[in-house]
């Protein structure tokens, strides 16, 4: 179930370096967001808060709430395991276990969440899963055949595919598509259109097109330089970002005159 997501004043620290100040965003469930902005403005490191992975590094800290459908995934006693299984990620670069098969590869995360499934349960995730991800007519004949051998754009949707099995409500893509080839990419952004009837997704891109094609509302960015925090500039509508934006460094950057 897609959930929407309120933060509030969130300071974002790698131990005492303040890397991201005082993001208060509303991002609505069935939607697409995108983070654009210049390199080092802190896209990856707000958007690693949001399922908690930010902490997993050693004194990395958030401070200002996180809700998710209104609880606070930062609360005392919130399991962050639990909170990753309920927000899905999926990275720049595809990380299919290599030796694992497609099947165990689709299954992966819903086994390590502990799930005990049955035969015939398994593999209603894995068809269905494979067919939310768009890749269940390239690989339905050799699913016992290792990840790695699917092209790099059929090992992304294979990872789209790992999260969607967990049933998460939100996912988070890092620059999905940054090392996938022009047609994976139209693929994957296909696929990340689709997945907004059922789940919240956020979007890091460099790319400002990719914004425009996939995204429902855009959120902008920007450092005023080096090791003074990133801040969240303007967040509004994609079109009013990309064609009528209310501030001159978000205009400058969407047009491509810095970044
Ligand atoms: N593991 C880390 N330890 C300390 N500082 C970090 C770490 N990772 C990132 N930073 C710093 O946090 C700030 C934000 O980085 P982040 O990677 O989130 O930016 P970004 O907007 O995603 O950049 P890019 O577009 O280049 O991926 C930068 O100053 C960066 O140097």
Not at 12 to 21: G, I, M, Q, R, T
Not at 141 to 157: E, H, I, T, V
Request: contains cysteine; hydrophobic residues 35%.
């Amino acid at each position: 179930m897609s959930k929407r997501i309120d933060v509030d004043d969130l300071n974002v620290y790698y131990s005492k370096f303040l890397a991201v100040e005082g993001v208060s965003i509303t991002i609505e469930p069935r939607s697409v967001t995108a983070f654009i902005g210049p390199s080092g403005c802190g896209k990856t490191t707000f958007l690693r808060t949001i399922n908690r992975m930010h902490e997993v590094l050693p004194g990395a800290h958030v401070q200002g709430k996180m809700l998710l459908d209104g609880d606070d995934i930062y609360a005392a006693g919130v399991d962050p395991v639990t909170v990753r299984s309920q927000v899905g990620m999926v990275f720049q670069r595809p990380n299919p276990f290599p030796t694992m098969s497609i099947r165990d590869n689709v299954l992966a995360g819903v086994k390590l969440n502990g799930k005990r499934l049955g035969k015939r349960a398994e593999e209603e995730i894995v068809e269905t899963s494979l067919r939310g991800a768009n890749l269940w007519n390239e690989v339905k004949d050799r699913l016992d055949k290792p990840g790695s051998g699917l092209s790099g754009g059929q090992q992304q949707r294979l990872c789209i595919a790992r999260t969607i099995a967990v049933q998460p409500d939100v996912i988070l893509m890092d620059e999905p598509c940054s090392a996938l080839d022009p047609i994976s990419t139209l693929a994957v952004e296909d696929l990340i259109n689709e997945l907004k009837e059922k789940y919240t997704v956020v979007i890091v891109t460099h790319n400002m097109q990719q914004a425009a094609r996939v995204s429902d509302k855009t959120a902008f960015f920007n450092i005023a330089g080096t090791g003074k925090p990133g801040k969240l500039i303007e967040y509004n509508d994609t079109k009013t970002i990309f064609n009528n934006p209310s501030v001159k460094a978000t205009e400058d950057y969407v047009s491509g005159r810095f970044g």
